[in-house]
């Protein structure tokens, strides 16, 4: 059984457009997080929800809104894509925030083009 | 600037090798973890070490913990080529909406 599962693995659009991204853990974690990774592999991270609560939003954009319908899922919905978008986009998940290891999803791999 | 920041950026060893990674960090942190990376692939944790721990041992890894010198490393001993990926290390800051700072990484490369 996956883990942490991302829906889709790859996304290909064009500037302008709206998209989501899904993810969902079966591990009974109460925490998770959204992170991107650009082209140099540097990983930061965007937004974390405990127990569905919005705990942690970077500075991030407010096209990029997370949802996070139950514990066990946190979606990240994108508008009016930009080019700068393009990146590699993972969701992770915890026990009890960052005093405990994290799991990754596969990641999604967003093209604007 | 960079809380981690992971030394040397790049790593090429010969299988049967210990690959050692070093990681310096800029405050005071709850622990440190090491995550690594296949190309094309989600992170995977691989140790967590504590600001109250020094050493901690998982298999053929090794993480090292240095407070007072705010630094960490990693040896894998007896590398594998199935150990070529990209190693990053995380701290963790105390404090309310702690969260997870990643360095850029390290590339290691196991020739077989």
């Known amino acids: 059984d996956t883990a942490v599962s991302q829906t889709p693995k790859y996304l290909v659009t064009q500037m302008g457009n709206d998209k989501s991204i899904k993810c969902e853990q079966n591990l009974g974690h109460d925490t998770m997080y959204w992170y991107k990774q650009d082209s140099k592999k540097f990983l930061k991270i965007m937004f974390s929800?405990?127990?569905?609560?919005?705990?942690i939003n970077e500075t991030v954009p407010n096209r990029f809104s997370p949802k996070s319908p139950d514990k066990a899922h946190l979606n990240l919905h994108i508008n009016s894509l930009e080019l700068g978008d393009s990146a590699v986009y993972f969701c992770?998940?915890?026990?009890?925030?960052?005093?405990?290891?994290?799991?990754f999803g596969p990641g999604t791999r967003l093209t604007v083009t | 600037s960079q809380q981690g920041e992971e030394d040397p950026q790049a790593l090429s060893i010969q299988e049967g090798e210990n690959a050692t990674m070093n990681c310096s960090y800029k405050t005071s942190i709850n622990n440190l973890q090491w995550y690594r990376q296949n190309s094309g692939r989600g992170l995977v944790h691989l140790i967590l070490i504590r600001s109250n721990e020094r050493e901690k041992h998982s298999g053929r890894l090794r993480v090292t913990l240095d407070t007072s010198k705010k630094s960490s490393s990693l040896l894998i001993t007896a590398s594998r080529a199935a150990d070529t990926a990209s190693y990053f290390c995380?701290?963790?800051?105390?404090?309310?909406?702690?969260?997870?700072?990643f360095g850029k990484g390290i590339t290691l490369s196991v020739r077989p």
């Open positions: 995380a701290t963790s800051i105390t404090g309310a909406n702690s969260k997870l700072t």
């Open positions: 929800y405990n127990n569905k609560e919005l705990i």
């Open positions: 992770a998940s915890s026990l009890g925030g960052t005093l405990y290891e994290q799991y």
